[in-house]
């Protein structure tokens, strides 16, 4: 029955989807084709995610998307969205660190940090710092599509000269109307009680769907959101982090480690020849001698033949027991499998998971797979190649007893190797251009089952899995768009009904005074 209902969902979903895109080419394409940036249009009638996100947003009511995505549509074209790059950025902005992405709160959502005694209100700069947070907003949306952001406000040390509400309405609008779906939480941390009334007047600005998602922190409340790992000394956390610039510190990703010890990775090609390890605690445990670790060299003529038979066997003993994937990511140089997570668990048959590489391109393929936790994973092989129509499988697994988390993320880069032959990874890392690099990220999902372990409580029939949430969060905004609907339709009979009756007591007067009229006239002059 349920299987039932979700698949009529799904056609539901999927009709409301081509519903959109017919009216929105009749009703605003038709009109003027300069309105909006042809790349927005293009990606609106072939990526089915974008039209359900704007589609989630406004409750299922086409009319609504539709006026939605008109909005959205112009203000990118405005902005430049799509063009928005570091160079077109003043400079100034990203060093001053007032806007920035860094850290995931308890949920595995991504923080997008607002410092907020770093702004300083100025009619002159409103249109770049404008633009300065699409930059962030647009980066983060082709990094990890789909992924909703956590927004804190840092008040901390900040006043009136601070707040500039044309700003602030400016960055609510961004996720009210703009990026649909991409607000999971916004918390103002350490608000100054003279704010009050300016943050009055920001919660009327939003809309019901996202009044909800405000909260309210003092430095003593905000770990119940944000773990101490991602949280500043001065909120009370341990996390390290420094803002700097350049680079842009939004890249966790850091090499892992191989089960046979480090990988050898193009940084390392950076330091000095002969340097040791830049982790003490990785060169202690893995480099227990002092035998150098050579750069890694494939030769596809040669090492392929040889080492076939080998890897073969190899491979079956290391995918043993590791969780295989169900969905396909489609890549320009290489298919990815799975599409968006690795799934891990507790149980000793939930500590590993297969990703499978599909190189769809005609020449070799160089990959290497990162991630934010390198402490926590081993991954085999984490660097190497893979040949035209070959596959590859990498087996990620959770090293002694270390937890997955949500907030742990996975980078796949992959390029193009036009010279096939003996060539090192590392100086072919180090040497290829970034325009030529393919990257795809993964998530992880930590599975249900892992949490009945510690609390046996959670054994009951109301606790349900992520297909459940996802079929109730589905079912409920049916709900909610049906009775927006009945809804609409009640103000239309009441519009009717008030008619009626203004036409009624008309009717009604004129009467009265047809009598009158008449009774005047029969009297005897």
């Excluded at 190189?359 to 994973?377: C, D, G, L, S």
């Excluded at 499988?393 to 949500?406: C, E, F, K, N």
Aim: glycine letters at 6%; one cysteine or more.
């Amino acid at each position: 029955m349920a299987e039932i209902e979700h698949h009529e969902g799904a056609q539901d979903l999927e009709k409301k989807i081509e519903e959109t895109r017919q009216r929105f080419k009749n009703e605003f394409l038709q009109d003027s084709t300069d309105k909006y940036d042809s790349r927005d249009v293009e990606r609106l009638l072939q990526d089915d995610a974008v039209v359900e996100g704007y589609l989630t947003w406004r409750i299922y009511v086409v009319d609504d998307a539709l006026k939605m995505i008109d909005e959205s549509f112009q203000w990118r074209k405005e902005f430049g969205v799509n063009d928005l790059s570091e160079s077109t950025i003043p400079r100034w902005m990203f060093e001053t660190g007032a806007v920035f992405l860094h850290g995931y709160d308890k949920e595995g959502n991504k923080l997008f940090w607002f410092k907020v005694k770093l702004h300083v209100k100025d009619a002159k700069t409103i249109l770049d710092k404008k633009k300065y947070v699409a930059f962030w907003l647009e980066r983060y949306a082709k990094k990890e599509p789909g992924m909703p952001l956590t927004v804190v406000f840092d008040m901390s040390e900040s006043g009136l000269s601070n707040i500039d509400m044309e700003f602030v309405k400016y960055i609510i609008n961004c996720f009210k109307v703009y990026y649909p779906k991409f607000l999971s939480k916004m918390i103002i941390v350490d608000m100054p009680w003279i704010m009050n009334a300016a943050w009055k007047i920001v919660k009327s600005w939003l809309g019901p769907e996202a009044i909800s998602k405000l909260k309210f922190a003092t430095k003593s409340e905000i770990p119940t959101f944000i773990g101490l790992e991602y949280l500043p000394p001065h909120m009370g956390g341990t996390d390290p982090f420094r803002y700097s610039y350049p680079p842009l510190p939004d890249d966790d990703f850091q090499t892992p480690i191989c089960d046979n010890g480090p990988i050898v990775s193009e940084d390392e090609t950076e330091s000095k020849e002969g340097e040791p390890e830049g982790k003490d605690g990785l060169e202690s445990s893995f480099n227990s001698t002092e035998v150098a670790v050579k750069p890694k060299k494939v030769n596809f003529l040669e090492d392929s033949l040889r080492a076939e038979d080998n890897d073969k066997t190899d491979t079956n003993a290391r995918i043993k027991g590791a969780r295989k994937p169900l969905t396909t990511f489609k890549g320009l140089l290489l298919d990815v499998s799975p599409s968006e997570e690795l799934s891990f668990g507790s149980g000793e048959t939930e500590k590993k998971s297969l990703i499978i590489l599909s190189n769809v391109t005609k020449n070799q393929v160089a990959f290497k797979v990162r991630t934010t936790a390198p402490e926590k994973y081993r991954v085999k092989p984490s660097s190497s190649s893979c040949e035209p129509g070959a596959s590859v499988d990498i087996v990620v697994s959770l090293h002694g007893g270390s937890q997955a988390s949500p907030q742990d993320r996975f980078l796949v880069m992959a390029a193009e190797m036009e010279n096939v032959g003996s060539q090192e990874l590392p100086q072919f890392w180090k040497e290829v251009p970034k325009t030529k690099i393919m990257e795809h990220r993964l998530r992880c999902h930590v599975l249900e089952g892992s949490k009945h372990t510690v609390s046996p409580l959670r054994d009951s029939p109301v606790e349900m899995g992520s297909n459940g949430q996802q079929e109730l969060s589905t079912a409920l905004m049916r709900v909610m768009a049906c009775n927006s609907r009945l809804e609409q339709k009640l103000n239309s009979c009441l519009w009717v009904q008030k008619v009626l009756v203004g036409l009624v007591l008309i009717l009604v007067v004129l009467n009265v005074m047809c009598l009158f009229l008449l009774g005047t006239s029969q009297q005897p002059s």
